[in-house]
């Protein structure tokens, strides 16, 4: 007996990693990779500081908020955070693409890793960048006259990293299933830059024509910039009171990590990568 | 081989014979309609160095892929250990390391950190990972380059690192696709060098996939795919050894001319000769008797002659009846039209 079980071949059992420890990882690669490319830092923080003032400069001549402060870049300016939030996600995930195209994917792949880790630390990984450069352009709220007390600022740290979490998932679903930028550049413009413009980030819901107000009511970002509105301007107008902005963002937040879930699961008899 | 008792580990695991490292059992797999791999059957021994030879479109690539638990194939099982690679893929990927033909680097990264992330993917941790990454850099002579970005290093030394992160888990089995791709010679001697360490001292089973003769003839033994059948499987020496004698080429004016010098040849030495373009080859014992032979029968028709100790292209010649080369290779469908890596 006992020769027998000497026989047994030298069971390597390599402990299953879980799910922390290589989600962690990738998500520490997210971090590295991104202090390391400078451009990609000066880029993503200087690109909604210029846009918020030009673009806030020039439709405040010809657009005028009826409610609260009446100043369009302050009425802006929660849109504004959104938006850094929006290009640090895409730009995050494009990095899938090429993590794909690179081949560095396919040793992820190949490893004996959970699906969802994957998906966890890479959303995890773009939304942490995404909502570090959100949490700190709200700095630059005192130029629009607004002074947030220390509620108000966890309220909009909140509401920052819930959609940091489900643009950057959402991100993650679309980039998953494509082999080429250039086709996510194509969804980009199709999808994400008009779920920005219709989130009332520029103009507000009630204004807008009938079809449009309901688009805007479809769009699940427009409760995100809904509850950082909320958040910052607490005596402003808005569609909905914080708590169902803010849930109906965490509910968004489950459903995109979900579909990215499903896609990353899906047993097939294609390639992997 | 694999079955699987109630605790649902395979058979070698309680002590009975050991499940073979790699074991494919009518592995077939299609793209929509092209067949890329055709009901393919073999067994790699444990501790050897298998070679897995064929052209471009001979469908190694998809085996390749299939081994690495990236693609489920569409009919049969592929065994790692008694393992099967489309339905148990994390127990597959425990055992095996992987050297993709692509770059799986982060170029942004130093050595040190591809290794410690690909460590962690293993479920590797702390002191213990340290001293892998560092055990494995030593042997791959890069220790000196561990805090080194991976974008700096030349070609041959990524490649290096490369290797490093397939073995950072201690695999016991290494599956390494094309791997001399991009490697000068002496860098090829040194991989080569180092795979058979790994087959000595750990007792390592290394599956290379090549397209290159040379590389082959470093195999302890070779299957030769071609069309996603299996041609060919044996240690080189035996591979050849099948020829007989030695490979003698006539040269005629020109494809008529060799075929009618294959039929005469037949008729008066009674020996088969395969006609490829205007050269007419065959096997034949004591070649350069029957050589002169030939050439004194048929004075004219003969342009040029050559004899030579069967290679493994012969082997190959023999068993597909087409070169080589010249085989009409078909684009991989995955690999191409995708851009999903080159390997």
Redesign the interface.
């Given at each position: 007996m006992a020769t027998v079980a000497a026989a047994a071949p030298q069971a390597k059992t390599a402990s299953s990693p879980g799910i922390w420890t290589p989600a962690y990882s990738l998500w520490l690669r997210e971090i590295v990779r991104f202090y390391r490319q400078k451009a990609r830092v000066a880029g993503v923080i200087a690109t909604p500081l210029l846009f918020w003032i030009v673009l806030g400069s020039g439709f405040a001549y010809s657009f005028h908020s009826s409610s609260g402060s009446g100043s369009y870049l302050a009425y802006f300016f929660p849109g504004s955070v959104v938006m850094i939030v929006l290009f640090t996600a895409i730009f995050s995930m494009m990095s899938l693409i090429s993590d794909r195209n690179e081949g560095f994917l396919l040793s992820v792949l190949a490893a004996p890793v959970n699906r969802s880790a994957i998906v966890l630390g890479k959303v995890l990984g773009g939304a942490t960048l995404a909502a570090i450069q959100g949490v700190i352009f709200l700095a630059f709220a005192p130029l629009v006259g607004d002074h947030p007390g220390a509620g108000a600022v966890l309220l909009s740290i909140l509401a920052i990293v819930l959609i940091s979490f489900e643009l950057t998932a959402l991100g993650f679903a679309i980039a998953w299933p494509m082999d080429s930028p250039q086709a996510f550049h194509a969804i980009v413009n199709l999808l994400l830059l008009p779920l920005w413009m219709l989130s009332g980030a520029l103009f507000p819901a009630d204004r807008a024509s009938g079809w449009l107000a309901w688009l805007m009511r479809l769009n699940p970002l427009s409760y995100g910039v809904d509850a950082l509105r909320n958040a910052l301007f607490p005596a402003e107008h808005t569609l909905f009171p914080l708590d169902v902005n803010l849930g109906i963002t965490a509910a968004f937040c489950v459903l995109v990590f979900a579909a990215s879930w499903a896609i990353v699961n899906r047993r097939t008899h294609k390639p992997a990568a | 081989m694999a079955t699987m008792t109630q605790s649902g580990k395979p058979a070698?695991?309680?002590?009975?014979a050991?499940a073979a490292p790699i074991e494919l059992d009518g592995i077939t797999?299609n793209y929509g309609s092209r067949l890329a791999l055709d009901k393919l059957s073999f067994r790699v021994r444990e501790a050897e160095i298998f070679g897995l030879l064929g052209p471009n479109g001979s469908g190694k690539t998809t085996l390749f892929?299939i081994l690495?638990?990236?693609?489920?194939?569409?009919g049969g099982a592929a065994r790692i250990?008694g393992f099967d690679a489309g339905r148990e893929?994390?127990?597959v990927?425990?055992?095996?390391g992987?050297v993709?033909q692509?770059?799986?680097?982060?170029v942004?990264?130093t050595a040190a950190?591809n290794l410690?992330?690909?460590g962690?993917?293993?479920?590797?941790?702390g002191a213990h990972l340290q001293q892998r990454i560092a055990e494995v850099l030593e042997r791959v002579g890069l220790l000196d380059r561990a805090d080194d970005r991976v974008e700096s290093l030349s070609g041959g030394q990524q490649r290096r690192v490369e290797l490093a992160?397939g073995l950072i888990?201690?695999?016991?089995v290494l599956l390494l696709d094309e791997p001399s791709t991009g490697l000068d010679p002496g860098a090829r001697r040194d991989l080569w060098q180092y795979l058979r360490t790994l087959r000595d001292q750990q007792?390592v089973t290394v599956l290379v996939t090549t397209h290159l003769m040379e590389e082959a003839e470093h195999c302890d033994r070779v299957a030769i795919l071609s069309k996603g059948k299996l041609v060919a499987l044996g240690s080189p020496a035996e591979l050849k050894a099948k020829i007989g004698g030695d490979v003698v080429t006539f040269e005629a004016a020109g494809p008529e001319q060799a075929a009618q010098l294959a039929a005469e040849i037949r008729n008066r030495f009674g020996a088969a000769g395969t006609v490829l373009g205007s050269t007419v080859r065959v096997e034949r014992d004591r070649g350069h008797r029957f050589l002169t032979e030939v050439v004194e029968a048929f004075p004219r028709r003969v342009e040029s002659v050559s004899v030579a100790r069967p290679s493994l292209e012969d082997v190959f010649i023999d068993c597909t009846g087409h070169r080589f080369w010249t085989e009409d290779a078909q684009p991989d469908p995955?690999?191409g039209k995708?851009?999903?890596?080159e390997?």
């Amino acid at each position: 007996m006992a020769t027998v079980a000497a026989a047994a071949p030298q069971a390597k059992t390599a402990s299953s990693p879980g799910i922390w420890t290589p989600a962690y990882s990738l998500w520490l690669r997210e971090i590295v990779r991104f202090y390391r490319q400078k451009a990609r830092v000066a880029g993503v923080i200087a690109t909604p500081l210029l846009f918020w003032i030009v673009l806030g400069s020039g439709f405040a001549y010809s657009f005028h908020s009826s409610s609260g402060s009446g100043s369009y870049l302050a009425y802006f300016f929660p849109g504004s955070v959104v938006m850094i939030v929006l290009f640090t996600a895409i730009f995050s995930m494009m990095s899938l693409i090429s993590d794909r195209n690179e081949g560095f994917l396919l040793s992820v792949l190949a490893a004996p890793v959970n699906r969802s880790a994957i998906v966890l630390g890479k959303v995890l990984g773009g939304a942490t960048l995404a909502a570090i450069q959100g949490v700190i352009f709200l700095a630059f709220a005192p130029l629009v006259g607004d002074h947030p007390g220390a509620g108000a600022v966890l309220l909009s740290i909140l509401a920052i990293v819930l959609i940091s979490f489900e643009l950057t998932a959402l991100g993650f679903a679309i980039a998953w299933p494509m082999d080429s930028p250039q086709a996510f550049h194509a969804i980009v413009n199709l999808l994400l830059l008009p779920l920005w413009m219709l989130s009332g980030a520029l103009f507000p819901a009630d204004r807008a024509s009938g079809w449009l107000a309901w688009l805007m009511r479809l769009n699940p970002l427009s409760y995100g910039v809904d509850a950082l509105r909320n958040a910052l301007f607490p005596a402003e107008h808005t569609l909905f009171p914080l708590d169902v902005n803010l849930g109906i963002t965490a509910a968004f937040c489950v459903l995109v990590f979900a579909a990215s879930w499903a896609i990353v699961n899906r047993r097939t008899h294609k390639p992997a990568a | 081989m694999a079955t699987m008792t109630q605790s649902g580990k395979p058979a070698d695991a309680i002590g009975l014979a050991p499940a073979a490292p790699i074991e494919l059992d009518g592995i077939t797999h299609n793209y929509g309609s092209r067949l890329a791999l055709d009901k393919l059957s073999f067994r790699v021994r444990e501790a050897e160095i298998f070679g897995l030879l064929g052209p471009n479109g001979s469908g190694k690539t998809t085996l390749f892929r299939i081994l690495s638990t990236l693609m489920i194939p569409t009919g049969g099982a592929a065994r790692i250990q008694g393992f099967d690679a489309g339905r148990e893929p994390n127990r597959v990927r425990q055992r095996i390391g992987i050297v993709f033909q692509s770059r799986s680097v982060d170029v942004k990264l130093t050595a040190a950190e591809n290794l410690k992330h690909q460590g962690h993917l293993y479920g590797l941790r702390g002191a213990h990972l340290q001293q892998r990454i560092a055990e494995v850099l030593e042997r791959v002579g890069l220790l000196d380059r561990a805090d080194d970005r991976v974008e700096s290093l030349s070609g041959g030394q990524q490649r290096r690192v490369e290797l490093a992160k397939g073995l950072i888990h201690a695999p016991s089995v290494l599956l390494l696709d094309e791997p001399s791709t991009g490697l000068d010679p002496g860098a090829r001697r040194d991989l080569w060098q180092y795979l058979r360490t790994l087959r000595d001292q750990q007792g390592v089973t290394v599956l290379v996939t090549t397209h290159l003769m040379e590389e082959a003839e470093h195999c302890d033994r070779v299957a030769i795919l071609s069309k996603g059948k299996l041609v060919a499987l044996g240690s080189p020496a035996e591979l050849k050894a099948k020829i007989g004698g030695d490979v003698v080429t006539f040269e005629a004016a020109g494809p008529e001319q060799a075929a009618q010098l294959a039929a005469e040849i037949r008729n008066r030495f009674g020996a088969a000769g395969t006609v490829l373009g205007s050269t007419v080859r065959v096997e034949r014992d004591r070649g350069h008797r029957f050589l002169t032979e030939v050439v004194e029968a048929f004075p004219r028709r003969v342009e040029s002659v050559s004899v030579a100790r069967p290679s493994l292209e012969d082997v190959f010649i023999d068993c597909t009846g087409h070169r080589f080369w010249t085989e009409d290779a078909q684009p991989d469908p995955a690999g191409g039209k995708n851009k999903r890596g080159e390997y």
